[in-house]
């Protein structure tokens, strides 16, 4: 077979898969969004994974997104450090920052909530990271948003980091179509359960 047409084949069905969880995600009432956030809160504290960690990697969500902080304030009262994602000026990639009181984030680039802080995180701090996406399946394959931004970042990690995937229940499908370069999950978190990727 052609790499190329492999490729081309990938891509397509990416780009089919993001139009359905777009217009799905869009149905996502207020109300539910709400109680989604809770519970994904309720069960990622319950975890010694969490509770064992220091340093949180969140990120601040999309309207479209499960609401993340829940998450974000739970992680500051328990005294975590809490480290936001903030894209760098020429938009080529992003670094964790430092984030101490939710009230301090600005709209950044694509008009999602940044840190203002000036000194990235050492990747050595970031013990759990969780990764917003379109889709996710059991195996811990990713559709982002077609930018890439985590793919690139992910990497930097301490081999030991737990990266879940934060989605709600119907974002989880059968198989999401990927490449070497995509990066996958250790686990995945809806606003239903928790649970470790299959190999």
């Given at each position: 077979?052609?790499?190329?047409?492999?490729?081309?084949?990938?891509?397509?069905?990416?780009?089919?898969?993001?139009?359905?969880?777009?217009?799905?995600?869009?149905?996502?009432?207020?109300?539910?969004?709400?109680?989604?956030?809770?519970?994904?809160?309720?069960?990622?504290?319950?975890?010694?994974?969490?509770?064992?960690?220091?340093?949180?990697?969140?990120?601040?969500?999309?309207?479209?997104?499960?609401?993340?902080?829940?998450?974000?304030?739970?992680?500051?009262?328990?005294?975590?450090?809490?480290?936001?994602?903030?894209?760098?000026?020429?938009?080529?990639?992003?670094?964790?920052?430092?984030?101490?009181?939710?009230?301090?984030?600005?709209?950044?680039?694509?008009?999602?909530?940044?840190?203002?802080g000036?000194?990235?995180?050492?990747?050595?701090?970031?013990?759990?990271?969780?990764?917003?996406?379109l889709?996710?399946?059991?195996?811990?394959?990713?559709?982002?948003?077609?930018?890439?931004y985590?793919?690139?970042?992910?990497?930097?990690?301490?081999?030991?980091?737990?990266?879940?995937g934060?989605?709600?229940?119907?974002?989880?499908?059968?198989q999401?179509?990927?490449?070497?370069?995509?990066?996958?999950?250790?686990?995945?978190?809806?606003?239903?359960e928790?649970?470790?990727?299959?190999?």
């Open positions: 077979m052609n790499p190329n047409s492999s490729f081309d084949s990938i891509t397509q069905n990416k780009a089919l898969l993001r139009e359905k969880l777009r217009q799905i995600r869009g149905q996502v009432t207020p109300a539910m969004a709400e109680a989604a956030s809770q519970n994904v809160w309720n069960i990622l504290c319950g975890l010694d994974d969490f509770k064992n960690a220091l340093g949180i990697g969140g990120f601040a969500s999309l309207p479209s997104e499960i609401n993340t902080f829940s998450i974000l304030e739970g992680s500051l009262k328990t005294g975590k450090k809490l480290f936001l994602p903030k894209m760098v000026k020429n938009k080529t990639h992003f670094d964790f920052y430092p984030i101490h009181d939710l009230k301090n984030l600005v709209v950044g680039a694509f008009g999602i909530l940044e840190p203002t000036n000194h990235p995180a050492d990747w050595k701090e970031l013990e759990l990271v969780l990764v917003p996406g889709a996710f399946d059991n195996q811990g394959n990713r559709l982002g948003f077609g930018k890439g985590y793919d690139q970042m992910l990497p930097h990690l301490k081999k030991t980091t737990l990266v879940i934060v989605a709600y229940t119907f974002q989880i499908v059968d999401v179509a990927h490449t070497s370069e995509d990066f996958p999950m250790k686990a995945l978190l809806t606003e239903k928790f649970r470790f990727c299959s190999k």
